[in-house]
């Protein structure tokens, strides 16, 4: 039996450098009913931040991609997170991550690919993108899945545009993708007692 959806639990942890990646993340958010725990300029979060991303059925990763990966700030958060992989606190947990960068490409695979890499050495479950790309010559900047991802939501904003400015379908593909990873959760963690 599923797990009504208003009981799954979510966390999306989350560097933001200039905003873009904040937004992004409250988007994904919005569409998983998560929490949102920011990663400091420092790479540090809190420890009251630990204890929700253990006691959470789904993470979901967060980062701009600067110069072919994540940011620094994150990879210190992942780092940190060899304590919970030691005792296996997140082992069958859901994941699923995001990315901006300001070029259209920007090597955002990379940054996905290391998201999928360490929910697979805490043992998670990822959960892939089902929107189809938008890739005809009718498609247009607000499109969804206009960047064409399959492993998660990429957005591309230009290097002087605010966050404000963002792509709305970059934004709405954030949200579909939190609601999905959601639903997935829903089908894969058992009832509360």
């Not at 979060?45 to 967060?62: P, Q, R």
């Not at 966050?163 to 934004?171: A, I, R, V």
């Not at 939190?178 to 959760?185: E, L, N, Y």
């Amino acid at each position: 039996m599923n797990q009504p959806l208003s009981t799954i639990k979510s966390v999306v942890v989350y560097h933001s450098g200039y905003g873009h990646t904040e937004r992004m993340a409250a988007a994904v958010a919005g569409g998983a009913n998560a929490t949102l725990v920011a990663i400091d300029s420092d790479g540090n979060i809190t420890e009251d931040a630990w204890a929700k991303l253990n006691a959470a059925d789904v993470i979901l990763f967060g980062s701009p991609t600067y110069m072919g990966g994540p940011s620094w700030q994150f990879k210190k958060f992942a780092d940190a997170s060899s304590k919970p992989w030691f005792e296996g606190k997140w082992v069958n947990k859901i994941f699923g991550g995001f990315t901006n960068s300001a070029s259209i490409n920007g090597d955002k695979l990379n940054t996905l690919a290391y998201f999928f890499l360490l929910a697979g050495q805490h043992g998670g479950i990822w959960v892939n993108m089902d929107i189809k790309s938008s890739n005809t010559k009718a498609s247009l900047r607000d499109d969804l899945n206009r960047m064409g991802s399959n492993i998660g939501p990429m957005a591309q904003t230009p290097a002087d545009a605010s966050p404000e400015e963002m792509s709305s379908g970059d934004l709405e593909t954030a949200r579909f993708y939190g609601a999905r990873v959601a639903s997935i959760a829903a089908q894969f963690c058992p009832l509360n007692p």
